[in-house]
């Protein structure tokens, strides 16, 4: 991005490295809110673009730079989520948010290198699970938006109140009702070390073709959805049970060849990645409840799965 220092001037701009230190806190909130790192590098940049067209002038009167910056990505991304609820319905089969590497894993950033600049990077914790994500595309955009900026940003609702163009107490309820949406759908933690085990446990049987093994894995009523973005064959409706699952799993290894399954951290849990020929071609994420797997969520969308692929020279 071009910084706007006068032709011939210099001199650095004094408030550049106050303006971009924000970035990485930006593209937090946009993740998080929109489910798509793509999605929220644009609306990031975008932010960035109206920044710099406000005149000096313009810029030395706003009191709280980064208080500006966050309320227009914030409103940026309310008219993405606006607009996706219309997209979505023409989308091929079912949406899942877009799944997060380690960034210390040398992934393939959206120009093709392999470094991430420290400022793209998401921080992995609960917020951006899987599951988690999904429970935030239920939402209403405006529940969504309130939820994130209180309950995970710590914003007080009369920022966010000037944000979503609603009173306080309207704010107030909205991240009252996207609350009682988590807790609905909340299952009781799994230490990761035992997510860890039971993930790994999966992967072998899965290698093995070990039938029993896989279904004594997964909960009886377990669920698991795939996203292809009609851009690869896949299964279009949630497949429900575990006998199900599992007929799906050996189906997909009959029609993919020579897969490779690899274990990998998936927005900060436990996941597992397939390639083939060294490009991931899967991306899957999972909910565990006790000891078993509740819940199966297969990236396939290799527009989502840009992140995941090396480079040509590793």
Do not use: M, W, Y
């Given at each position: 991005m071009t910084t706007p220092s006068e032709p011939g001037d210099d001199r650095v701009d004094p408030g550049l490295s106050a303006i971009m230190s924000e970035r990485r806190q930006l593209i937090n909130l946009a993740y998080r809110l929109l489910g798509s790192l793509a999605d929220a590098e644009d609306v990031v940049q975008e932010t960035y673009a109206r920044w710099y067209a406000l005149?000096?002038?313009?810029?030395?009167?706003?009191a709280s730079p980064g208080a500006w910056l966050t309320k227009v990505a914030s409103r940026l991304c309310l008219n993405v989520l606006s607009s996706a609820r219309a997209r979505r319905e023409t989308y091929v089969g079912e949406w899942i948010p877009e799944p997060l590497p380690?960034?210390?894993?040398?992934?393939?950033?959206r120009s093709g290198g392999t470094t991430v600049d420290p400022a793209d990077r998401v921080t992995l914790d609960e917020s951006v699970s899987m599951a988690f994500l999904v429970v935030l595309d239920s939402m209403t955009p405006a529940e969504r938006v309130a939820f994130i900026l209180h309950d995970v940003f710590l914003y007080p609702f009369a920022e966010v109140a000037e944000i979503l163009g609603r009173s306080p107490a309207a704010c107030r309820q909205l991240a009252s009702s996207a609350r009682r949406r988590i807790r609905a759908e909340r299952v009781p933690a799994t230490p990761a070390s035992r997510q860890a085990r039971i993930v790994?446990?999966?992967?072998?049987a899965w290698e093995a073709k070990?039938?029993?093994?896989?279904?004594?894995?997964?909960?009886?009523?377990?669920?698991?959805?795939?996203?292809?973005?009609?851009?690869?064959?896949t299964v279009l409706r949630p497949i429900e049970g575990?006998?199900?699952?599992?007929?799906?799993?050996?189906h997909l290894e009959g029609r993919l060849r020579n897969l490779t399954i690899l274990e990998r951290t998936v927005n900060g849990q436990p996941g597992l990645i397939a390639?083939?020929?060294g490009v991931t071609v899967s991306v899957c994420a999972?909910?565990?409840a006790g000891d078993r797997i509740k819940h199966i969520w297969a990236v396939r969308n290799p527009d989502k799965l840009r992140p995941w692929t090396l480079g040509p020279q590793h």
């Open positions: 005149s000096r002038q313009q810029q030395d009167a706003i380690e960034p210390t894993e040398g992934i393939a950033g790994r446990d999966f992967k072998q070990n039938i029993d093994a896989l279904i004594g894995l997964l909960d009886p009523d377990a669920t698991a959805i795939a996203d292809g973005g009609g851009l690869v064959s575990a006998e199900q699952i599992v007929r799906s799993l050996v390639q083939q020929d999972f909910e565990i």
